[in-house]
């Protein structure tokens, strides 16, 4: 990534912890901003196919966003070839078309701070996957431990007694959603070799995106803005998608998946502050308070196990 020089920053563990941790701080917003959207959209709860036209125009704008960085800072490394075409699409069909086909669909049956919570399930699917696919990137019993709290706190979360029970087309959804997700960091990571971090990031979304708008306007959807309010809160969600991604995919091209996805763990923290924030929810109940200090606790045990190994930076 040009826009940073240095490859020693990159894997500098100040530098890694407050871009993970700013990159999450927007994802954490996106959560109440979507469910506002639909309101400012006009999009029914049960209009599939008008939030795919929504998730799409969003991400499919932030592509066009991060290409024009690219093509302004490093032209050539912005060139797609016949080559980047399997792996670029492969990687824009798990971390955004299906991870927000998902997830879009089950946000309307939860609740803003709920469904940030269950996002950590990010986190854990991409430590496991990148123990299976990254021999250096080995599963220790304090990345065990650190999942095993925030799997705790999911549980508590889903059947805690102001939490609610278990819902296939709410919670299922978005765990189903975050699954997808952390499939997209592993093959980020593996794709990434030979390629420009900006580029990946730009094409893939590209991909995705368009292939959500082209579902949604295959399905009959319609997207009509209520106002300058709305087409404002759609360049926010896709500029903020565009700087995350590009952020992120430069963090996963230079460190451990696990390192980086680790972070992840702090979006149910930020979700929950935003959607307090923006949507009025409670988030001072025993039960989520519980929760989300199970779940933060994780990130702290997975951490620590980074602060043991000398050189568990790149694979």
Known sequence: MKLIKNDKIKTAPLFVGAAAVFCTLLWGSAFPCIKIGYGLFGIAPEDVASKLIFAGARFFLAGLIVLACGLFTDRR??????????????????????????????LVNVSGTRSSILTSVSAFGSVLLSAVFFRSDRLTARKLIGCASGIAGLILMNFGADGGGFSLQGDGLVILSNLSGAAGNVISKRVSNGRSPVQLSAWQLIFG???????????GGRLIPDGAGAVFLLLYLAAMAGVAFMIWTMLLFHNSVSRVAVYTLLIPVFGSMWSAIFLGESIFTLTNLISLLLVCSGIFIVNYSFGTRKKARQQ
């Open 77 to 106: 490394s912005m060139k797609l070839t016949r080559r980047d075409i399997l792996p670029v699409g492969t990687l824009g069909f798990f971390q955004t078309f299906l991870q927000y086909l998902l997830l879009y669909i089950g």
């Open 209 to 219: 995106g368009g292939a959500l708008l082209l579902s949604g306007l295959i399905t």
